[in-house]
């Protein structure tokens, strides 16, 4: 057991978002108190968008209300993961009239759960006869996912056994149900995430047979790519029922092969990470290495292959899918703030079975770019994509760019992504540090204090903005002559993969002394290993110091990625960094660099609520008649759409002063043009 | 009256496919006498792809056979381009089978046809009630435009009243249905085509009802942009028939102001370049010069803003659509063969309008270019959808791309294209001169016997492959005295404006002496005027020669087209050349050319029938490790996604020979990458 304080400035702001903003705005939204300007992703009128009715549904299927169910198949799930979210804030910040609205909302759910443990608002109300017969669309094993972990997490939080009770009795429900057993039904969720909450109550409860179940649930996907159809066959009177089925591949779903044969990330981004978390989960818990095998290829595949410089992923809005190798269109993607944020739970359970530093140099790219992109720096506005490269005109006028919104909207239709990006910057203790056979790892940098068995740290950084971090170690007494295994004598930290890129290497003390190599420092062993460096106590106060240079770099893509040949982006230290054309004017797409670009970086106090910009030279096509000879003059005396090539063009751009901002803050000032890839030439 | 005889060595391929493959296969596809692997263009189940059923659903509603009607609202219309294509390939060259074959279908059409004058076989046997009465979707009066045409190129081949009777029954059915009289229906069709129908009419029969009837159409539409919402409100018991309408934005059908007003070019292309079309020949004939003023300004958006280089519209799949200006995606827009074929049209409408040589040019550039990319050197397999970038990859795994395909289907679900391809190669001779005024244009260039009133011309050329072209010109006796505006004693032609991007000046020459400036040359007036070179006759046997210099150019785009930012494409002559990976290699995107190129062509009599190629030198960005440098080295060693860029890295590229084919080539040997536009540094 351990306690992790964060008191990070950087975070605590986001975190107080979170717990004063939109926990109190998302419940009166799911409680139907105030009217919300939903924006649609999509021009698509089947999307219900007019109000939540998550508690409605509740309290009507509680027998509380009379009324029809209204909204998705998985509208339940914006109450679990509010739930969960309050779970991780009360946590951090006790809050009595909080835990008073949450011990509401989970009574409301006791009362609406049927006495076989079963609940799904949607089927009760809707057609109780379809329960667990559409599988690939209900999204009903998807709910009980969430509410296993806003239950576990609620437990951990209050010590409710209410909640932890109703989701033992809907998992029990599940386990009953699905197997392989005399009397027991094949199949599993179109969406993963039960396989992951029943990990979680695993985990808490130690019930085996929620670990065979989530076990069970992974073997058999796959196994017939054809379920969902013959489901559907049998449901339907031998027809399947065509409404999203068929017009969906079955990589879509992750059944096209066994998932551990799945070598690349393939179909709903979201889905594939959630399948990948669960997978990467019981690799570790049941000692699975051939499962862990298959998660390090999907991870190979996404992470050198089908992931944005953002931590984004899923290149296609057809299916909110992936694609294929090195396909990474900037304006056309969807890079759901979803799947980011299960990129994230994905590389965490990597980390926890193996300490390579890249897991959690890719949590930190994913939560420092994309999932902090999903949300306004008020707060209360959200993207669901997370675009590279927008120009307003295009979201307005070209259909297949409608869902790249150049501002975010108040609310969405589908809103899965506010509180999933809630829940994780409520729990982001989490994913600073973890713990395993003696060891305390420090994965992502924070101002923090945090409680160990057998160590005390405090950590201190200016991160994201400065390279300089400082642990405070002591060695608590009870441990001070534990051996490895038996307490945290050991202490790792993560050298950031990032850091190769400035050239310069990290400087590192202890109490002031260098340390020079893997070798003894300041009387204690230190060890560098696969990016982390290991430390042995036992630690009296020590102070071990860590500075990693953080230039302005230019990065380049893979040349195998088409949209981003012969262009360049902007990083310093985890944050891509973007232009937007309230800073630099409106065609980003005539701005080019050439090799003389000298950056310089400033923290400004005065923007977006203090931000460190970058400043460089680059230059600036001009427009109309100057850049291109004449063809055929037109009357109003514009340029021509085609003119022959001039070797000189370029030597008559304009040379400007341009800003960078950190990506993840674009789009907080009023809707305009942004890049994050610009020409280099 | 004219006779143009085509005897290009160029074109006489094409139309000798037309007549000698196209037109025998489409017949039996109309007729279900062969199978066809019909391919669809896109993931939509809605769209009949099983067999054409054209000529049943005739037969069926004739009453000679029991049936049900299958396929589009629209199917009709591919008997009507098949036969105005059979039209144009009588008159080229008179055959008996042929004949008997097209007249078989008259007598069947005019069978079908309903005593008031009424057809469309969908709605006779679908849903009698609702004729006229769904003008959104309908496509009845779209289909009666293809019949006039059809009913007119037959009249004009073969003499046949009989078919010019069924389509002036329609025509006066239509007349007296439609327009603001006592009695009257208001509206128009949701697809533009019977107002180029009607004045085909016209101009063959002079009843002015038909010219009215045209002009109310173009009036009526866009005066009130709800009108097809509230036609099917009325129909549908005050809801209107979701289906279709309110799915797609009022600029999709033209209709969301009036046509007068409309100054840039929206929605859907085919049906945009259709109306343009018919305004156009309204503009003429009725003198209306506010219209011709609409048109100019829609030319003007068109030309400068929405057209790619190969002379494809439509920027989006969705919708198969103009976006916005500048907005030109090479790898995910429409390009639709039907559009450019429309844009033609428009083109030749615009020239009969005003002989002005940019119109001609981008008559040109259409034919050249997506035009002849429709349909493969075999005449047997089609293009619908004429990218100007292609990776099989994308159109296999990008769902948003799988209406881009890598090569020619044999057939299309929806086979608007290949009978508008066939019907526009047929009648070519239209495009290469125009007569007006008293004045013989020649306008396109191809080897041809023409006869005009007072003028016979002979040409001689070896375009596309070669800039030469000569004219034997010869007043004939009975006009040798005649005035201008009497007959032709004046001959014009047309000065490509491709020309001036070569620096090289035109050489002209009379009977060997050269044309120095405006002036008299040979003893005849000469002058130039908006792309036209006009010399007064009377001629005598005068060899009138034109030398174009044709050097390899590339070619830029306006820098407001983000998709060809830092690219050139490379064009000779009117024809647009093209990358491809068989030629190449694969990973066109990782090639780029520096002002080093110096470029040479040649003749290639072994390739694709004979087709000049391109040879220049460009370089080739390595794969793999050594590109980038390395961050995390990944477990199978491969470079990472991103790395920091390194200034020098390009200097490592190989220098490779280069081979360019016709854009019109493309995709005839194998599935393979392609790409017009390619990286310069």
Redesign the interface.
Known sequence: MHTIKITDRFFTNYRNLVRDKMIPYQYKVLNDEIAVNIERER?D?SIPNEKSHCLENFRIAAGLKKGEHYGWQFQDSDVYKWLEAVSYSLIEKPDDNLKAIADSVVDLIAQAQEDDGYISTYFQLKCPERKFKDLAWSHELYCAGHLMEAAAAYYEATGSEKVLAVARKNADCICRYFGTGKGQTRGFDGHEEVEIGLMRLYHLTGDESYLQTAVYFLDERGRNPNIFIEQSAAEHGGKPD?SGI??FPKTYFQIHKPVIEQDTAEGHAVRMMYLATAMADVALTAGNTKLYEAC?KIW?NV???R?Y?TGGVG?????E?F??DY?LPND?MYCETCASVALMFFARNMLLNEARG?YA?VMERALYNTVLDGMALDGRHFFYVNPLEV?P??SA????KSHVKPVRPEWLGCACCPPNLARLLASLDRYAFHEKDGIVFADLFMNAKAEFTGLTVEEETEYPWQGNVTFRLKTTTARKDAQPGCGARVFAVRIP?WT??SGEKVRITVNDNPLIADDVICGKAAMLKDGYLYLTGPFEDDILKLEFAMPV??????????AD??K??VMRGPLVYALESIDNGT?L??L?LR?DTAFTWQFRTDLLNGMCIIKGKGYR???GDD??G???P???S??????????G?ETKAECVELTWIPYFAWANRGINEMSVWI???
Chains 1, 2 share one sequence.
């Open positions: 021009n009128n065509l068929l017009s390090k190979r992470v050198d292959r992931m410089i290149s296609t809005v057809i299916g899918s694609t294929f396909d056309a890249e140099d120009t005109e295009a006028k070209d259909p297949g993969g190769v890129n770099i230019k990065m380049s893509a893979h040349p195998a990625v088409r040949n012969g360049i982006a065609g797409n005539r080019f090799d096509i001009p427009d850049a291109v004449p063809e055929h037109a009357e109003d514009q340029a021509p759409l085609y003119a022959p090539y001039s070797p063009v020409r280099q030439k």
